[in-house]
Nanobody, 115 residues
Framework: QVQLVESGGGLVQPGGSLRLSCTAS????????AGWYRQAPGKQRELVAS???????NTADSVKGRFSISRDNAKNTIYLQMNSLKPEDTANYYC?????????WGQGTQVTVSS
């Protein structure tokens, strides 16, 4: 059983930055692709960024150029660096390991962008 623990969320002003972290238990972290998703109230969960087990990253058009995803397999950790944050980035952010259908999910961390 893999457990994912997210951290780094909080309240930030527009234009600010946050870095989210997601640390996984277990020894199989490095074989899985990973991703960050977000869900705002009344909206569906959407993929924000993904990264393969070898480090090939991709970001959604809505955050391209502002967000970046990375991973440290030695630390079993996935990161989401978020810059130039906007109010519309406000959501609960979830990390995923192994895909949205059969993979593992963290409990979520709230990001609120407001002045």
């Amino acid at each position: 059983q893999v457990q994912l623990v997210e951290s780094g969320g909080g309240l930030v002003q527009p234009g600010g930055s946050l870095r989210l972290s997601c640390t996984a238990s277990g020894s199989i972290f490095s074989i899985y692709a990973a991703g960050w998703y977000r869900q705002a109230p009344g909206k569906q969960r959407e993929l924000v960024a993904s990264i393969t087990n070898s480090g090939l990253a991709n970001t959604a058009d809505s955050v391209k150029g502002r967000f970046s995803i990375s991973r440290d397999n030695a630390k079993n950790t996935i990161y989401l660096q978020m810059n130039s944050l906007k109010p519309e980035d406000t959501a609960n952010y979830y990390c995923n390991l192994g895909g949205p259908t059969l993979g593992y999910w963290g409990q979520g961390t709230q990001v609120t962008v407001s002045s």
